[in-house]
């Protein structure tokens, strides 16, 4: 942003509120202060009570305003927050007055890329700010307040930083050929790669992790027709979200809905009744069924408690995710209950009414814990990386690999060193830079003093 430009938003909800906040950040910002509330040199971060007076002199509002100085501030650049009465109309006429004083209004996320732009903070902890800021779960607020905290940053620093001594090494060898070559039969820093590329595999793995916490897990309810998976799905979620019927084959397509399930969102899928189809429309609908299985994180299989179970819906077992499946055994309001321990023996059984509510809550309480045992949960403290930054370290992964069968093949070690470069700029794309200057020092630190 040049120096003079500022920009202006509105940073709480738009509409009625209490109080409305709108924030300032850039050059202008002192010079607003002295203007607008007649105080020409502010105590930064300190809450003032004073009345805004726009530009012809009228009183706009009285508003609690805070000023915060060049570099300690969320973007860096100075900043003032004016918290203001939550009416639409004074909203408005404080950003017009802001706009005719020479602000513009800010983009999307302009503040948080000021603060990135100007070093506040890397690209992982910016992506946290919007994480944060949508989580909708406890354990995804976890994760992003962590990767706010800069883990994610750290981490992929601690790997640039390993990668640095690796090319080093092998830059030694390109500068220096007759001191620096590896002894015969040295494959060079290899080991050193192997373990880079373990600790960066480990990294991309929790990644799977991160979309369960963003998109939610998604959980395919499947079982025969009839057997009351939609009337599950609707008592679980507390609405009449699907239709349920008396007439066999009611569900064709899947419907989805959110729900939430201890500290994760489920995303509960209804499908079609699986059972030897009678007709085309039905073994579409069933074939849809089994794709969503394929797809599922977690699986709800519904039986009736009252009939047996059929063969064509045993036979889709081996695709039930392995510690992420329940048997609801559903109707245990109705007489003449079959025996269902015998079937599926490898997953836990609930039974419940879908009708009645009756071993619904437990069923929840299963699912719950279902949920912490099955879905490789990282351990306390480790970090969670999302889809994003996983890309970018299997691209660094598959440089290493190449860098490391060049060396295997005795292809010339400039092509060594600028595959590894090529994975410093896929780790790069993580954090948004790398600090060429910590690059030299790393480079440089490395040789004998005099050389
Ligand atoms: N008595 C009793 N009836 C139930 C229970 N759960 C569902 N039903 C009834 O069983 C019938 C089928 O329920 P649905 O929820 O539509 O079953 P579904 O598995 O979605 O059926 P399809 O979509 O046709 O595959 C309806 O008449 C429900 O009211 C239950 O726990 N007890
Ligand atoms: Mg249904």
């Known amino acids: 942003m040049p120096f003079d430009e500022s920009i202006v938003a509105l940073s709480t909800p738009t509409g009625e509120s209490a109080i409305a906040v709108i924030r300032v950040t850039g050059g202008l ?3 607003l202060v002295t203007y607008i509330f007649n105080k020409s040199s502010p105590q930064p971060r300190k809450a003032t009570l004073a009345d805004y007076i726009d530009e012809n002199g009228l009183i706009l509002d009285q508003v609690v305003y805070l000023f915060y100085a060049e570099k300690a501030s969320y973007t860096g650049e100075e900043m003032l927050e004016i918290n203001c009465h939550g009416n639409p109309l004074i909203i408005q006429k404080i950003i ?29 902890q910016a992506e946290a700010v919007i994480d944060l800021i949508q989580a ?49 039969g040295d494959p060079g820093p290899v080991s050193e790669m192997n373990a880079l590329v373990e600790e960066m595999n480990r990294l991309v793995s929790t990644s799977h992790y991160s979309t369960l916490l963003h998109e939610g897990v998604r959980t395919a309810i499947v ?36 729900i939430m399930v201890g500290s994760y969102i489920v995303r509960l899928i209804d499908t079609a009744g699986i059972q030897e189809p009678g007709s085309e429309i039905e073994r579409m609908g069933i074939n849809k069924a089994i794709e969503q299985l394929d797809r599922a994180d977690f699986v709800l299989v519904v039986l009736d408690g009252t009939l047996p179970c059929p063969t064509l819906l045993l036979e889709q077992k081996e695709k039930f995710p392995e510690g992420r499946v329940i048997v609801v055994e559903n109707k245990i309001d109705l ?41 490789d949960v990282p351990d306390e403290g480790q970090i969670v990386v999302s889809a994003r930054h996983a890309d970018a370290l299997k691209d660094a992964i598959k440089s290493v690999i190449e860098a490391m069968n060049k060396l295997g093949e005795g292809i ?9 470069r090529n994975s410093l700029d896929a780790l790069s794309r993580i954090t948004g830079k790398i600090d060429n200057e910590r690059m030299l020092d790393k480079l440089f630190g490395t040789f004998c003093i005099g050389k």
């Not at 513009?104 to 903070?121: D, H």
């Not at 607020?141 to 883990?151: E, S």
């Not at 400039?414 to 590894?420: F, I, K, M, N």
């Open 29 to 31: 910002c002192h010079q």
């Open 96 to 124: 017009e007055d802001l706009l005719a004083r020479g602000c513009r209004m800010a983009e999307p996320g302009e503040f948080t890329k000021t603060a990135f732009l100007n070093g506040r903070i890397d690209l992982s």
């Open 136 to 184: 909708r779960s406890e354990k995804a607020l976890d994760v992003a307040r962590k990767q706010l905290d800069g883990a994610v940053g750290k981490k992929v620093n601690q790997l640039i930083d390993k990668l640095l001594e690796i090319i080093a090494a092998i830059e030694a060898y390109i500068d220096f050929p007759e001191e620096d070559l590896p002894p015969e």
């Open 223 to 258: 079982g025969a027709p009839n057997a009351g998976k939609s009337s599950l799905l609707n008592v679980l979620s507390g609405e009449d979200r699907v239709i349920v019927s008396r007439e066999p084959g009611t569900t064709r397509d899947f419907i989805e809905e959110p």
């Open 335 to 375: 007489p003449d209950q079959m025996d269902h321990r015998s079937v599926l023996t490898d997953f836990p059984h609930c039974q419940v009414s879908a009708l009645t509510g009756e071993g619904i809550e437990k069923l929840r309480k299963s699912l719950a814990q279902s949920l912490e045992t099955g879905l």
């Open 412 to 420: 010339a070690i400039e092509l060594v060193a600028s595959d590894l």
